[in-house]
């Protein structure tokens, strides 16, 4: 019997099910793998926005990650919010001590609706004990533009700030440029000065998970073997299709949420 490939997804939980630990897992159930799943914290929020974010204490946090890692061997792990600088030291800690491979980091800092998801004294930690034992750093614009230090106005800043986070030690960044204005979601690969453009069309509407649902999609992918370029390809195409059949789920009938 094929054995299942296993992923990980460390990341906030949202009780709506549209983002965090809660899209991840039913990402790998709709790809066929395993999923596992470790909260960093919690939010309470609706389709309306984040109302509380409530960090896991680091010591139960590390006690998770130490006791599934202890056991089980993920074929791919993916990151999304994190929160506190002490959880972003016992993912680093626990990847390390573990030899975690192919580690997916998607450095989420704020949701749609502006709370912070990850406070700005763990930015220095993502940076410096998180992204060094990354496969692939996933942010968007604006958060390639804060983890950059520079604004990012057009596709030569979109380089530089690439090249500086790439000096961070991932292999590779993925900036995903859905969010600028232009007519196609654009994300953009980069790795050493080798550049990857991936293009699908804009999609109309408020969608909520899609970094989260991207992230896990290329976790999946890599999992099973796909080189980074290979995997990001067919990620992005996965998450257009989820995008084509989004639909509203509370009472904010703006923002779409994907249907498996
Ligand atoms: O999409 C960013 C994000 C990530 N993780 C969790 C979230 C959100 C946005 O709301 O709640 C848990």
Redesign the pocket.
């Given at each position: 019997m094929r054995v299942m490939k296993k992923v990980l997804s460390i990341?906030?939980?949202?009780p709506s099910g549209g983002?965090?630990i809660q899209v991840d897992l039913k990402t790998f159930q709709f790809l066929g793998v395993y999923g596992m799943a470790v909260p960093a914290a919690l939010?309470a929020?609706s389709s309306r926005g984040?109302s509380g974010v409530y960090p896991v204490p680091s010591n139960v946090f590390a006690r998770q990650l130490e006791a599934l890692l202890t056991d089980i061997k993920p074929d791919a792990v993916k990151t999304?919010?994190l929160f506190t600088r002490g959880n972003v030291e016992a993912v680093a800690s626990a990847a390390q001590r573990f030899k975690v491979r192919n580690l997916i980091v998607d450095p989420?800092l704020r949701?749609?609706s502006g709370r912070t998801?990850l406070r700005t004294d763990a930015i220095a930690s993502l940076k410096k004990r998180l992204f060094p034992l990354a496969l692939v750093v996933t942010p968007n614009l604006m958060e390639a533009a804060v983890l950059s230090g520079m604004s990012i106005t057009n596709d030569r800043d979109m380089a530089f700030a690439a090249g500086k986070i790439l000096d961070m030690g991932p292999s590779y960044v993925l900036i995903k440029g859905g969010h600028c204005a232009s007519g196609a979601a654009e994300d953009t690969l980069y790795r050493g000065r080798t550049v990857l453009t991936f293009s699908t069309s804009r999609r109309k509407g408020e969608f909520h998970?899609t970094?989260?649902a991207l992230s896990s999609v290329i976790a999946v992918f890599i999992a099973r073997g796909y080189a980074v370029e290979k995997a990001v390809e067919k990620a992005k195409q996965v998450v257009d299709s989820l995008l084509k059949t989004a639909k509203p789920v509370g009472r904010k009938r703006k923002t779409l949420y994907f249907q498996f």
């Open positions: 990341a906030g939980s949202d983002a965090g939010t929020q984040v999304g919010m989420v949701s749609t998801l998970g970094g989260c």
